[in-house]
């Protein structure tokens, strides 16, 4: 193919992506792309290019390039909540006591057996 078929070509690109291109324009070009003609290293951007907006048409309203960013989206809400869940669940496990004026953290149900042995078996000091 001549040089100055493939100027064509690249100034019919330059156009397809100015959006000055017909569908019928654009099927022409999809069919060069395709073509040996088009194995040209210059051509190589264009065809990864409409190969990236080929596929990530919109489907149903949602484009394919969105799915993942809507399954990551929904994989970081659950784990927050999952830890802000087991957050919580060990906050409830941990009791704060005052003894003599300090400020005591432990695990509730040790905090409550010590109350219940100092309540039944009191020490006289």
């Given at each position: 193919?001549?040089?100055?078929?493939?100027?064509?070509?690249?100034d019919?690109?330059?156009?397809?992506f100015?959006?000055?291109?017909?569908?019928?324009?654009?099927?022409q070009?999809?069919?060069?792309l395709?073509?040996d003609a088009?194995?040209?290293?210059?051509?190589?951007?264009?065809?990864a290019?409409?190969?990236l907006?080929?596929?990530?048409?919109?489907i149903?309203?949602l484009?394919?390039?969105?799915?993942p960013?809507r399954?990551?989206?929904?994989?970081?809400?659950?784990?927050a909540?999952?830890f802000?869940?087991?957050?919580?669940?060990?906050?409830?496990s941990i009791?704060s006591?005052?003894?003599?004026?300090?400020?005591?953290?432990?695990?509730?149900?040790?905090?409550?057996?010590?109350?219940?042995?100092?309540?039944?078996?009191?020490?006289?000091?």
């Open positions: 193919m001549k040089q100055q078929d493939l100027s064509y070509w690249e019919f690109a330059e156009r397809y100015q959006a000055e291109t017909s569908e019928a324009e654009e099927v070009l999809r069919k060069f395709c073509s088009a194995r040209d290293p210059r051509f190589n951007e264009v065809k290019t409409m190969s907006l080929f596929v990530s048409r919109p149903g309203g484009s394919v390039m969105q799915y960013i399954v990551i989206a929904i994989a970081a809400c659950l784990c909540a999952a802000l869940g087991w957050h919580q669940y060990m906050q409830h009791s006591v005052r003894i003599a004026g300090e400020k005591i953290e432990a695990d509730a149900s040790l905090v409550m057996q010590q109350q219940m042995t100092e309540m039944f078996n009191p020490t006289d000091q």
